[in-house]
T-cell receptor, first 115, second 115 residues
């Protein structure tokens, strides 16, 4: 499967714990985007990364949330001290390096539930 | 601040007929528009896109129309098939807009194609 891979598919955490969501982009893609979807809502942009660089984090909450895309390995979205409001589906997308107007291709998401 | 709006939460169409899904946007700096299809518990699947230099793009049964002066786009599916039943999301981006490469999504339209 050469698509965007996200794991885990489901993650349950208690309030105050940390959540780590992983995303491996499609082969040949070097741009990664994270989105969050709340129930009955569309997807909301969180952060855009390239290898070892955060390009745009304007959609990410200033506290408790961080993202990275290291030189080797998957992109990680990290949520510290989770709260009930963090319960959502988190989607990762990737696109090729070249130019504008390239569609983003999505993984199947991680469904985060906070107890 | 919802910059992309899909005002019809749901649509029901008979198999073989045309499905028309509508989308409006408010940001005149958007220059790239996409439609995604989403099944429950899966990620959005890219369907078709259009850049602002065109007013129509066709791919098989799917055609997207863009009316820049009205800030309106639509997705036509003809003929509709039961397998087309899913939630359809409209998305927009613009490198020169305030959101850059990030996709701005509508809330989706749930399409049901009945036999």
């Amino acid at each position: 499967n050469a698509g965007v891979m996200q794991n885990p598919r489901h993650l349950v955490r208690r309030r105050g714990q940390e959540a780590r969501l992983r995303c491996s982009p499609m082969k040949g893609h070097s741009h990664v985007y994270w989105y969050r979807q709340l129930p009955e809502e569309g997807l909301k942009f969180m952060v855009y990364l390239q290898k070892e660089n955060i390009i745009d984090e304007s959609g990410m909450p200033k506290e408790r949330f961080s993202a990275e895309f290291p030189k080797e390995g998957p992109s990680i979205l990290r949520i510290q001290q989770v709260v009930r409001g963090d319960s959502a589906a988190y989607f990762c997308a990737s696109s090729p390096q070249t130019g504008d107007n390239q569609p983003q291709h999505f993984g199947d998401g991680t469904r985060l539930s906070i107890l | 601040d919802q910059q992309v709006k899909q005002n019809s939460p749901s649509l029901s169409v008979q198999e073989g007929r045309i499905s028309i899904l509508n989308c409006d946007y408010t940001n005149s700096m958007f220059d790239y528009f996409l439609w995604y299809k989403k099944y429950p518990a899966e990620g959005p699947t890219f369907l078709i896109s259009i850049s602002s230099i065109k007013d129509k793009n066709e791919d098989g049964r799917f055609t997207v129309f863009l009316n820049k002066s009205a800030k309106h786009l639509s997705l036509h599916i003809v003929p509709s098939q039961p397998g087309d039943s899913a939630v359809y999301f409209c998305a927009a981006s613009g490198v020169r807009s305030n959101s850059g490469y990030a996709l701005n999504f509508g809330k989706g339209t749930s399409l049901l194609v009945t036999p």
